[in-house]
């Protein structure tokens, strides 16, 4: 670790720049855990004569200023940043038979130990989608009467089905499920009542009575079966526009038993409607209030028995089971209702939308296109992050380059490694030291699990001594070398009482040099800042309106620090004595400039579409002639094409990855054109230069 100070809120090295202020005695540390918290650079000394005769020092210092000021080693106070693999199995190529040995993800298990504002990289995480892996397929139908002519076609479909997946894995199982609405007024038929067991009594037909979502078939190797229960199903009807198959995605994704979700599979959720389906809130259209608490609610009948006393479940809901549960949930619905599933699919990650038609004839394709794009992509998740740990992801994809901010790669083949690189920052200290989280690809059931230590505390806290005689008999608690005195009691080892006066002691509370507000050096300050009295030798620091006043000359405060646009440090870290410590993905004096690069990935997945530079988390085009968010835009650029072009990505067969377009002109002539990076190589993942044509006609 390098020690340093901090200069305008930059570390700077303190021998090389004398205008520099050192942070670790600049921000009115009074505590060995005070201490710890000001920055990854500061020391504590616990030793009971450090600093005795010596005007000015301080306990809390650069751990070589401390040394050198005669602190001994043993009384140091300075924990660092750790990092142990505790389980790092190689990646496989296939699944085997027993898929609990096919290992996904590299490592599996992380212990690090950090303290209070330090950064610590974790081991790369390597992903690879092994060959050859089982996959549970639950097929979820809406069977409200509109999807007669889907039922008809679907008894037909099922071995098809099961042949094609066969070409994707060998270990295939399916299961099916229906859903129609809330089986209540005003979502069904209630009038005449002929119709609460017949919904299709107005229209002269026999449909089965309304119900809300029945698990009808667990997963299961026999397609026979599938196609067989499948073929039992008759549709119902219900009243209203919207389909409560929001219900039926809880149901299916929560009841692992009832379903059959195997641990080591991939698991599709196929969600087919032509509706748009009820969510959280339009319970209350039926009286219903009580919350959908994402729990199995199956009787013995295999039927959602809370349908009509819990409400919709919430997108928040639905995301947190598809991810706990590692379902990817394709969406197969028809072209009218498209564009409110692909809102919802932005919004619940793992999620895939397909065009249905009318009669789902096509469903086969859609399922299979749905599966193919979910393993072409690796789109790494959390789980259980503490609030004081901030995470940043870089993504180093099929072509070797590093992006920043980025955590998912596409335009994957099966067996392609790809790996992210992961910095942890604790931002504070929570009251339980020790946590746990994971980081996982979407979908996956193989995960990176982290356990974190706050190294929060000094070891020397464990052996304060209460009472302690060295505390002017008894008036404070000895604890790291200091006293810490008792209500009414003040000076360094509690000897005086807040009635004591004297003026030699209120030169204490001021130095001819004194540290302003907010840390800025100036002569002439008064006592205490100006924002505290001088009690005993020490400053009393006033409360204040605006935020928390502390130091040891009243110095330092919460809310003297830059502002963007009305907001302290622009909403986007903390004021720390005169300086702004900003989040994770953000940077800058005012903590007003974006760390993020995926703001300007155009759709090519090139930042700023290889003719600008990210700046701020914006792009800003250098290319003449190149305009729009991600300088996409761009009619005398060379590269310039006709907006309906194809985009594509491949692998050939040198491991070279090529990105092209492809697109007629107005003649109708085809036009296949390679994308090529500005000051970018094309690289052999085996580290020597691919070589490609760069246009055909």
């Known amino acids: 670790m390098h020690e340093s100070t901090s200069c305008s809120g930059r570390l700077c090295d303190q021998a090389l720049c004398s205008q520099c202020s050192n942070i670790c005695t600049s921000r009115g540390a009074s505590t060995c855990k005070q201490c710890l918290a000001v920055h990854p650079t500061c020391a504590w000394c616990s030793q009971e004569d450090f600093g005795q005769g010596v005007a000015g020092s301080s306990r809390c210092d650069l751990k070589r200023n401390l040394l050198a000021a005669g602190c001994a080693l043993t009384a140091l106070e300075f924990p660092t940043s750790k990092l142990q693999v505790k389980e790092d199995r190689p990646l496989s190529n296939k699944a085997a038979g027993d898929t609990a040995d096919a290992t996904q993800i590299q490592p599996q298990r992380l212990h690090i130990t950090l303290r209070p504002g330090e950064i610590i990289r974790l081991r790369p995480v390597k992903v690879r989608q092994v060959e050859d892996y089982p996959v549970d397929l639950y097929y979820l139908m809406d069977l409200s009467y509109s999807m007669n002519d889907d039922l008809l076609r679907l008894r037909t479909l099922g071995k098809d089905l099961a042949k094609e997946m066969g070409r994707t894995t060998s270990n295939l199982r399916m299961g099916f499920g229906a859903f129609v609405d809330k089986p209540l007024s005003p979502y069904m038929y209630i009038s005449p009542k002929e119709a609460l067991l017949n919904p299709c009594h107005e229209i002269n037909t026999t449909c089965l009575p309304q119900f809300g979502y029945k698990h009808v078939l667990s997963l299961t190797e026999e397609v026979g079966r599938f196609t067989e229960e499948v073929k039992k199903q008759i549709v119902s009807r219900n009243r209203d526009a919207p389909e409560g198959g929001f219900d039926a995605i809880i149901q299916a994704a929560v009841c692992n038993e009832k379903i059959g979700w195997r641990q080591g599979a991939s698991h599709l959720l196929i969600f087919t409607t032509d509706a748009k389906t009820h969510v959280a809130l339009d319970g209350r259209l039926a009286g219903i209030v009580q919350p959908n608490d994402g729990q199995c609610h199956l009787n013995s009948e295999n039927m959602y028995s809370m349908s009509t006393i819990m409400d919709y479940p919430s997108?928040?809901?639905?995301?947190?089971?598809?991810?706990?549960?590692?379902?990817?949930?394709?969406?197969?619905?028809?072209?009218?209702?498209?564009?409110?599933?692909?809102?919802?699919?932005?919004?619940?990650?793992?999620?895939?939308?397909?065009?249905?038609?009318?009669?789902s004839g096509n469903v086969i394709q859609l399922i299979l296109n749905a599966y193919a794009k979910i393993r072409s992509v690796i789109d790494m998740e959390t789980q259980g992050v503490p609030e004081e740990l901030s995470l940043s992801f870089n993504a180093t994809c099929l072509n070797g380059e590093v992006i920043p901010g980025i955590k998912s790669c596409s335009g994957l083949k099966i067996g392609d490694t790809v790996s992210f690189s992961v910095e942890a920052r604790a931002r504070g200290c929570p009251k339980d030291k020790r946590k746990t989280f994971v980081i996982k690809p979407v979908g996956f059931k193989d995960s990176l699990t982290v356990t974190v230590t706050f190294e929060c505390e000094c070891k020397c806290q464990a052996h304060a001594e209460p009472l302690s005689p060295v505390c002017n008999n008894g008036n404070g608690i000895y604890e790291c070398g200091i006293c810490l005195c008792h209500p009414g009691r003040l000076g360094p080892?509690?000897?005086?009482?807040?009635?004591?006066?004297?003026?030699?002691?209120?030169?204490?509370?001021?130095?001819?040099?004194?540290?302003?507000?907010?840390?800025?050096?100036?002569p002439g300050a008064a006592v205490c800042t100006g924002r505290g009295d001088c009690v005993c030798g020490q400053c009393v620091c006033h409360s204040s309106d605006f935020g928390k006043v502390w130091g040891k000359l009243c110095e330092c405060d919460d809310f003297n620090c830059l502002r963007y646009k009305g907001e302290l440090c622009s909403g986007h870290g903390t004021c720390d004595c005169g300086f702004c410590q900003c989040d994770s993905d953000w940077q800058g004096e005012n903590c007003n400039c974006s760390r993020r690069t995926d703001t300007c990935m155009s759709s090519l997945g090139l930042l700023c579409s290889g003719r600008g530079q990210c700046v701020c988390g914006a792009c800003e085009c250098t290319q003449p002639g190149a305009y729009g968010a991600t300088c996409d835009k761009c009619p005398t650029c060379p590269?310039?094409?006709?907006?309906?072009?194809?985009?594509?990505?491949?692998?050939?067969?040198?491991?070279?990855?090529?990105?092209?377009?492809?697109?007629?002109?107005a003649s109708g002539k085809s036009i296949l054109f390679v994308v090529k990076e500005p000051g970018k190589n094309h690289t052999h993942t085996r580290a020597h230069k691919c070589t490609h044509t760069h246009t055909h006609f």
């Open 493 to 522: 080892r509690c000897e005086c009482a807040e009635g004591d006066y004297s003026t030699t002691e209120q030169d204490r509370c001021s130095v001819p040099s004194t540290v302003g507000i907010g840390g800025a050096r100036g």
């Open 315 to 359: 997108l928040a809901l639905i995301t947190e089971k598809m991810s706990e549960n590692n379902i990817n949930l394709i969406f197969a619905v028809t072209s009218p209702v498209v564009p409110l599933y692909q809102n919802y699919s932005e919004l619940i990650p793992g999620t895939t939308v397909g065009t249905l038609s009318n009669d």
């Open 639 to 665: 590269d310039f094409h006709d907006k309906n072009a194809v985009n594509c990505t491949y692998k050939d067969e040198d491991d070279c990855v090529e990105r092209f377009q492809y697109y007629e002109d």
